[in-house]
C-alpha cells in the first residue's frame, strides 16, 4: 500500500490525473445547456470578489468564471489537493496551497501563509475562489472568508453551479459531480460587505449572512435543474415534527 500510495502521488501521475480531471470538466460544460440568474450577475458585482461556495461543490464552480477574469483557489496542501491544483492550471485558475485547521497549528497547514497569497492576489486584481465551510463540518460557514474580506475589503459573492445529470457522492460534505449532456444552473448571490471595522456581533451577523446566502443560492441552482440540494439542511420543521 506505501508503494501505490507514493506511485499515486508522484509528479507523473498527480499531473495526468489533473490533466484528465480538466479535460471531463471541460467537455461538461461544453454539453449542458447553462442559465445564470441573476441574468446581469456580472453587472451587479465589481471584481475582484471572493467566490464562496460549499465543500463537495467545488468541481464546477470555475464554469461561473468568465474567460476575462483572473482567478485563485485556496488549494488544501494534501496529496489529493495536489492534482486538484492541477486540473485548476488547465482551467486557466492559480492555485493557492493552504487551509485552514480546526483544532491544529494553522502554520502548519499553511494558513497564515495562504491568507497572505489570497491578499495579494486580490490586491492584483485577481478573484479569489474559496469553500466558505471548514474540512468535516459541511455547510457551516467558517470565520475565515469573513477575516479575508474584512482585511481586503473585497465582498464575498456566493455562488451555485449544479447540473441535472450529475453523481451524488454519500460522503461527509455530499459531493456532487455533473455528468453531460444535461441542463445546468449557475446563480450568484447577493455580495455580502464586510466593514474592516466590524466588532465581533458584527462579523458574527455577517458570517450567519453568508451562510444563510450559500444556501439560498444552492436551493435555487437544484430547483432550476429540477432537483433537490442533497447537501441541504434538515427542515427544523420536519425535524421536530418528527420528534413529536
Not at 496542501?77 to 492541477?86: C, K, P, T, Y
Request: hydrophobic share 40%; charged share 25%; with cysteine.
Amino acid at each position: 500500500m506505501g508503494l501505490m500510495k507514493r506511485i499515486i502521488r508522484s509528479r507523473a501521475v498527480q499531473e495526468t490525473l489533473g490533466f484528465v480531471v480538466a479535460g471531463y470538466l471541460k467537455f461538461v460544460q461544453r454539453t449542458n445547456r447553462f442559465v445564470m440568474e441573476p441574468a446581469d450577475a456580472y453587472g451587479r458585482i465589481e471584481m475582484p470578489v471572493i467566490a464562496a461556495m460549499w465543500h463537495g461543490q467545488h468541481f464546477m464552480i470555475h464554469f461561473a468564471k468568465r474567460p476575462q477574469d483572473r482567478a485563485a483557489s485556496l488549494v488544501s496542501r494534501s496529496g489529493d489537493g495536489e492534482f486538484n491544483a492541477v486540473a485548476l492550471r488547465h482551467l486557466g485558475v492559480r492555485a493557492i496551497r493552504g487551509s485552514g485547521a480546526r483544532g491544529r497549528d494553522i502554520r502548519k497547514k499553511g494558513g497564515a501563509q495562504a491568507m497572505r497569497s489570497m491578499l495579494r492576489a486580490l490586491s492584483d486584481g485577481e478573484m479569489v475562489v474559496m469553500t466558505a465551510d471548514i474540512p468535516k463540518i459541511s455547510r457551516i460557514c467558517g470565520q475565515g472568508i469573513v477575516t479575508l474580506a474584512q482585511l481586503s475589503g473585497r465582498p464575498i459573492v456566493p455562488v451555485a453551479v449544479v447540473t441535472s445529470r450529475r453523481i451524488d457522492f454519500d460522503s461527509w460534505d455530499k459531493a456532487s459531480i455533473g455528468l453531460p449532456f444535461g441542463r445546468g444552473a449557475m446563480v450568484l448571490g447577493e455580495p455580502v460587505h464586510v466593514p474592516r471595522d466590524a466588532d465581533e456581533p458584527t462579523l458574527e451577523a455577517l458570517r450567519k449572512t453568508v451562510e444563510r446566502e450559500l444556501d439560498r443560492v444552492h436551493e435555487r441552482a437544484y430547483a432550476l435543474v429540477g432537483s433537490r440540494d442533497p447537501g441541504a439542511k434538515p427542515d427544523p420543521v420536519l425535524m421536530e415534527g418528527s420528534r413529536a
